[in-house]
């Protein structure tokens, strides 16, 4: 697929701008950042509600922007003309992405800083988040996709966010309830285990949680391009 | 390069037929459930600017320009685009405050910054002021000016006739091409030569003339003289006696005090009672039009039945 830099740069200026002008998604940032700010002042954390805030802002930023990015194009009847402009959608794709790529890091970065986190194993757990980033960022794709306004895409994202960004609170039952175990496979309680094992040392359980990471961001990117094909000759 | 339709079959009739539009500047008069299935099968071939295309809201005027060239990788100065858009005044303005023409009139940029060859436009005028049509036509003539082709869709003649080079009329009976002249060139043309061929009527402000056999049939409501065409009547100066002198080499017969029918389309003679007739026509829609009992037998003869 033709790919121009310049084409890029364009949809995410543009986005960029129809990003921070809308009020109604763009004060979106600030939740994470508050619940971070509330964390931080009531000090002395364990590493659940550490990540609270972090998955919390993979759900509410990552994958809502993304969807919205997506839904307001369809809302405002204007894909079907940026489908036929010269952009490929691979532009529009990186585009985008790239513009929410950007706005997690500084979230993501922000709400560390506040919370005074330290990764154990700084490489491993930059490598975790931009894996989680990538995977989120097919989350809110797929959510875009099936949703028509911003309205929608706000509903749409709701299950994503109590899967993968609770998804780890359920396993403070998985003692009484052992099915619940299958929870920690989840991206979000993968995060909050990497940082468990990076602490420990064990270099292995690391490895095997970033695998699990890989292969939740790969098997995201395969389906949403997979469904985005499929949308796009249904319209 | 020629931007071809294909055929499309409905209820074993051909619905859409197919042709292939020169280079230039096209107008089609099309029907709405028409125009939504040409501008589907052509996106494919061409850049379709629809009348629901919508904006972004939250970009000025200015960013808007620069986003769809740069979208384009076009280098065109924004403020040559503000002059021929007639948006200087309002480059700072966000999108959604523009006025609805003036948004409208915006929304152009799309096919003017299009990168392939033809670019399909639906209703160019769509809620577009009196005033402010001229920019359209500037925008237009822009595109032209890039060497890019366009085909102009519209439900109505006065918003293909200022800009498009050949109109072409798309119903169930295909697709023909209509004969239009501006009241401008009629003026300068020889009277005489225009009496011969040509039925002038009045149409809103322009004088629009047709060929003989567009014509179905012409009928005097209360003095008034209504020439119909396609199902459309348009107003006439002249009267039903001038007409009929005019129209008789043509196949046309006054079948009635206030009749005259165009005897190329008559379908079917039906008869009501033993000595009523009415004439039955090849057109659109059922049209009848009645027949004096004193014509009848000349009519007859004409057609050359019993």
Not at chain 2, 22 to 47: F, H, N, P
Not at chain 2, 54 to 80: C, M, N, R
Not at chain 2, 147 to 176: N, Q
Request: charged content about 20%; overall charge neutral; proline content about 4%.
């Amino acid at each position: 697929m033709n790919v121009s830099i310049k084409r890029i740069q364009a949809i995410f200026v543009k986005d960029y701008k129809e990003f921070y002008r809308n009020y109604a998604i763009s004060t979106m940032v600030l939740m994470p950042l508050a619940l971070a700010f509330i964390y931080s002042m009531m000090g002395d954390m364990d590493l659940q509600s550490l990540f609270m805030p972090i998955n919390l802002t993979f759900a509410m930023i990552t994958a809502f922007i993304q969807s919205c990015l997506i839904a307001e194009e369809k809302e405002h009847n204007t894909l079907r003309s940026l489908l036929l402009s010269p952009a490929s959608i691979a532009d529009i794709l990186i585009g985008k992405s790239s513009l929410v790529f950007l706005i997690t890091v500084i979230v993501l970065g922000l709400c560390m800083w506040m919370l005074d986190f330290r990764p154990s194993n700084l490489m491993a757990m930059s490598s975790a988040l931009v894996l989680s980033t990538v995977f989120y960022l097919a989350m809110g794709l797929i959510v875009g996709l099936y949703t028509k306004t911003v309205m929608e895409a706000s509903v749409g994202i709701l299950p994503v966010m109590i899967v993968f960004s609770f998804g780890p609170l359920v396993l403070l039952f998985a003692d009484r309830y052992p099915i619940l175990e299958v929870f920690q496979w989840l991206p979000s309680a993968q995060l909050i285990l990497l940082e468990q094992h990076s602490a420990a040392g064990t270099t292995s359980d690391v490895i095997m949680s970033l695998v699990v990471l890989a292969v939740w961001a790969v098997v995201g990117v395969v389906i949403s391009a997979i469904l985005f094909k499929k949308r796009m000759s249904d319209e | 390069m020629t931007l071809t339709i294909t055929p499309v079959i409905e209820k074993d009739k051909q619905w859409i037929p197919s042709y292939s539009f020169q280079e230039g500047v096209t107008g089609v008069l099309i029907d709405m459930r028409r125009a939504a299935v040409v501008m589907k099968q052509l996106e494919k071939s061409a850049y379709v600017h629809q009348v629901r295309d919508g904006h972004y809201p939250h970009l000025t005027v200015q960013e808007t320009f620069s986003y769809y060239t740069k979208l384009a990788e076009t280098d065109w100065s924004i403020s040559e685009l503000l002059k021929t858009f007639d948006l200087s005044a309002e480059a700072r303005t966000k999108v959604k405050k523009l006025t609805e023409t003036k948004r409208n009139t915006l929304n152009l940029i799309k096919p003017f910054c299009a990168k392939s060859e033809w670019v399909v436009i639906e209703e160019p005028f769509h809620r577009i002021e009196q005033e402010d049509r001229f920019v359209i036509e500037q925008i237009i003539k822009g595109v032209v000016r890039q060497g890019k082709s366009i085909l102009l869709l519209s439900t109505s003649v006065e918003d293909l006739l200022p800009v498009a080079d050949m109109i072409y009329r798309m119903d169930e009976r295909g697709i023909h091409k209509m004969e239009f002249k501006d009241e401008a060139v009629t003026q300068q043309e020889e009277p005489a030569q225009l009496k011969v061929n040509k039925i002038q009527v009045k149409h809103q402000e322009k004088t629009l003339l047709f060929n003989p056999p567009e014509v179905d049939y012409i009928e005097s409501i209360e003095g008034a003289v209504y020439i119909n065409v396609a199902g459309v009547a348009y107003s006439s100066p002249m009267t039903l006696t001038e007409l009929e002198a005019r129209l008789q080499p043509y196949g046309f017969y006054r079948c009635h005090r206030s009749y005259i029918v165009n005897l190329q389309k008559v379908r079917e003679l039906v008869s009501w009672t033993k000595n009523s007739y009415s004439i039955k026509l090849d057109v659109e829609k059922t049209t009848m039009v009645p027949i004096s009992r004193a014509k009848l037998t000349q009519l007859k003869e004409l057609l050359g039945i019993s």
